[in-house]
């Protein structure tokens, strides 16, 4: 069984920057390909970033150059750098556990909010 826990959202004004976490307990993530998804209202969740079991990353275009996935695995931890935020970039962040970054992705977190304004 694995739990997410996310953190580090708020709100921030265009071009600004936040770093969100994602804590993992009852198993090692390194075991899991890890991603970071995001839903905005009256919209699909899309994936953003994802990092493979052999620490390759991926990203949406929307996002390429300005978002950073990194983990730190002596703390079982996830991030997501976000810099040059955009008021499109405004939704609730998820992360998500699954053994291949192709998913389905079958474990989740809360999620945490972030809010650009113009």
């Known amino acids: 069984q694995v739990q997410l826990v996310e953190s580090g959202g708020g709100s921030v004004q265009a071009g600004g920057s936040l770093k969100l976490s994602c804590a993992v307990f009852g198993s090692t993530y390194m075991a899991y390909c890890m991603g970071w998804f995001r839903q905005a209202p009256g919209q699909d969740r899309e994936r953003v970033a994802a990092?493979?079991?052999?620490?390759?990353?991926s990203y949406a275009d929307s996002v390429k150059g300005r978002f950073t996935i990194s983990k730190d695995n002596a703390k079982n931890t996830l991030y997501l750098q976000m810099n040059s935020l955009k008021p499109e970039d405004t939704a609730m962040y998820y992360c998500?556990?699954?053994?291949?970054?192709?998913?389905?992705?079958?474990?989740w977190g809360q999620g945490t909010q972030v809010t650009v304004s113009s």
């Open positions: 998500g556990a699954e053994r291949y970054c192709s998913g389905p992705y079958k474990y």
């Open positions: 990092i493979a079991r052999d620490g390759s990353t």
